[in-house]
């Protein structure tokens, strides 16, 4: 089985910063993307950021120049550095993983538990 335990959420004042992390373990063979999704209440699951293996990124506009998606490969662990907080950023913030497991061809989706992030003076 595969497991994404996420940490770093927190409350912060807007204008700070935050640090998500979400390390991968179990049985992989590969990671094609990594990356993290957001939800509030009242709305639908939204797209942060991923990160393919290869490096390419996207951003959901909102959060584009703000924040910054990064992941080392030989850790499997994706990284979420939120910058200029703002109070619509409030949110339960998931891990993504697209996981290749040991002795599987096809790629499956893997979601952690979510870590709240709310910003609030």
């Known amino acids: 089985q595969v497991q994404l335990v996420e940490s770093g959420g927190g409350l912060v004042q807007p204008g700070g910063s935050l640090r998500l992390s979400c390390a991968a373990s179990g049985s992989i063979f590969s990671i094609n993307a990594m990356g993290w999704y957001r939800q509030a209440p009242g709305k639908e699951r939204e797209l942060v950021a991923v990160v393919t293996s290869g490096g390419s990124t996207n951003y959901a506009d909102s959060v584009k120049g703000r924040f910054t998606v990064s992941r080392d490969n030989a850790k499997n662990t994706v990284y979420l550095q939120m910058n200029s907080l703002k109070p619509e950023d409030t949110a339960v913030y998931y891990c993504?993983?697209?996981?290749?497991?040991?002795?599987?061809?096809?790629?499956?989706?893997?979601w952690g538990q979510g870590t709240q992030v709310t910003v609030s003076s």
């Open positions: 993504y993983a697209e996981v290749v497991r040991a002795s599987v061809r096809v790629p499956t989706d893997y």
